[in-house]
């Protein structure tokens, strides 16, 4: 057994985490399996949030370890430029076949953020190759998230994530209102939230002022979450969707669908563009992909897109390349075989639609548990995810969030502070007993934090 003192911590600069006060109160896990981690000093840790969305099937899957053992020892890498591997052909067949739609082409990258950046780099190279180069405005929406890169942040809308960037962040992007009602949509267990008659059209904006601000015909793309995650688990109104898959239509705006959260069964179903049955021009993901296990990303193209792209180069020589873009480790075989093990074996375990099942359990336990508790002003759930809505402390906001997190840490159940929220979304594998200790643990800290 390690103690933390055992470890030197001067050298690792920890991402979205308060370094100064983790060094105090260090969280550090040294094992895993099923539902729970094993920390540094032998306690077990529920994984109340998939380790941040990824590992849907939980811990230490065999199929997916073994894997990846035996992709090791027959291909361990080879270059992504001007040569491929079987690997990542055949993940790519399977994402395809996965994804509704014409949704056909995958262009494989590491993270979430790179899957981000690419979807916005072929929006402009595809308009480019049209003939429509003018088309060169983003548009994201207040509170999203689309990773940490430059064109993720600049579309993201998440003040803290791109306050210190300026003039950094790309110059011709807007960003619609956000789509939460607390008022009319405080407390959402299993269902869409239904937007009340009369009620402000959430899309008006983005047609009267947005669009005609910059002209539609300059738009090359809007990006949205099909639910906002790393908000907190903020849910779109029905029909929020599908009406902007038809105000894109109208326009010849390209539709991008970050499912970087949302995809692989979150929602019981494999994407949140099946949940909502709206197919968009480009799907983003990662994470879940690979069950976390290893770092994999990607972008799933129309054909529509890709033929655009090869069809500009019908007159071109053999050696020009159709799309200047790409990374060392696209698709690299072992991320790749973990991929397709993680793919099998979540059809083979049933696990999305098991989500789905336990997402009500999930839903009914937290409505139960928290509703009515002091401080908590809404609980949203819906697929097998909820967040529970806490009024800020006055000049220190994400505090209150922040301490529960860490009482909830001590009595063994890692939940995720975002802003006032407490987001829980554990692995698909995930049993009633899981669900009911994570939520009275929750429900302890919230009353001791009052
Ligand atoms: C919707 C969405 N997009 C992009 C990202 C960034 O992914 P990564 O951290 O792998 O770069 C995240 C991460 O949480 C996400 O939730």
């Not at 290893?294 to 799933?300: A, K, Q, T």
């Not at 049933?350 to 359990?361: D, I, P, S, T």
Request: aromatic share 8%; net charge neutral; hydrophobic share 40%.
């Amino acid at each position: 057994m390690a103690a933390y003192q055992d470890f030197n911590m001067e050298h690792h600069w920890l991402p979205f985490t308060p370094n100064r006060s983790f060094k105090k109160d260090p969280r550090i896990f040294v094992a895993a399996d099923g539902m729970h981690f094993t920390t540094h000093d032998g306690r077990q840790v529920i994984d109340g949030i998939s380790s941040l969305w990824c590992v849907g099937a939980g811990h230490n899957r065999k199929p997916i370890n073994e894997a990846i053992k035996k992709q090791l020892d027959t291909l361990d890498y080879a270059t992504a430029f001007q040569a491929c591997n079987d690997q990542a052909f055949k993940a790519a067949e399977m994402l395809a076949a996965m994804a509704p739609g014409d949704l056909n082409k995958v262009l494989f990258c590491n993270s979430g953020s790179e899957a981000a950046d690419t979807s916005l780099k072929v929006a402009l190279a595809y308009h480019r190759a049209r003939g429509e180069g003018h088309r060169n405005v983003f548009i994201g929406r207040e509170k999203g998230y689309h990773g940490v890169g430059f064109g993720g942040m600049s579309v993201g809308g998440i003040p803290a994530n791109r306050k210190a960037y300026g003039a950094a962040l790309l110059p011709r992007v807007d960003h619609m209102r956000f789509i939460h009602d607390p008022v009319n949509h405080a407390y959402i267990n299993g269902v869409e939230p239904v937007w009340k008659e009369g009620q402000e059209d959430l899309l008006l904006e983005l047609e009267n002022r947005i669009l005609p601000l910059h002209d539609p015909s300059n738009v090359a793309a809007i990006i949205v979450e099909p639910v906002a995650g790393s908000a907190g688990w903020y849910l779109p109104p029905r029909g929020y969707l599908k009406r902007l898959r038809e105000i894109c239509d109208r326009h010849g705006i390209l539709l991008i669908f970050d499912e970087v959260i949302t995809g692989f069964g979150r929602m019981g179903t494999n994407f949140g563009a099946d949940y909502y049955g709206v197919v968009p021009d480009m799907l983003n993901f990662a994470k879940c992909v690979t069950n976390g296990v290893i770092p994999l990303g990607g972008v799933i193209c129309s054909d529509r897109i890709y033929d655009g792209m090869m069809n500009a180069h019908a007159s071109s020589p053999d050696h020009a390349i159709e799309f200047f873009h790409g990374y060392t480790y696209s698709g690299h075989p072992v991320a790749c075989a973990a991929a397709i093990a993680t793919l099998n074996l979540f059809k083979q375990d049933k696990l999305f639609e098991r989500a789905g099942q336990m997402g009500q359990v999930l839903g009914d336990a937290m409505h139960s548990g928290l509703k009515g508790l002091p401080n908590v002003i809404g609980i949203r759930s819906l697929g097998l995810a909820g967040a529970v809505e806490l009024s800020s402390i006055a000049g220190a906001p994400g505090k209150r969030a922040y301490d529960i997190f860490m009482d909830c840490f001590h009595q063994g159940v890692l939940v995720r502070p975002a802003a006032e929220n407490i987001v829980v979304c554990p692995p698909y594998i995930v049993e009633k007993e899981h669900i009911d200790r994570i939520v009275n643990v929750l429900a302890d800290a919230i009353r001791k934090s009052a």
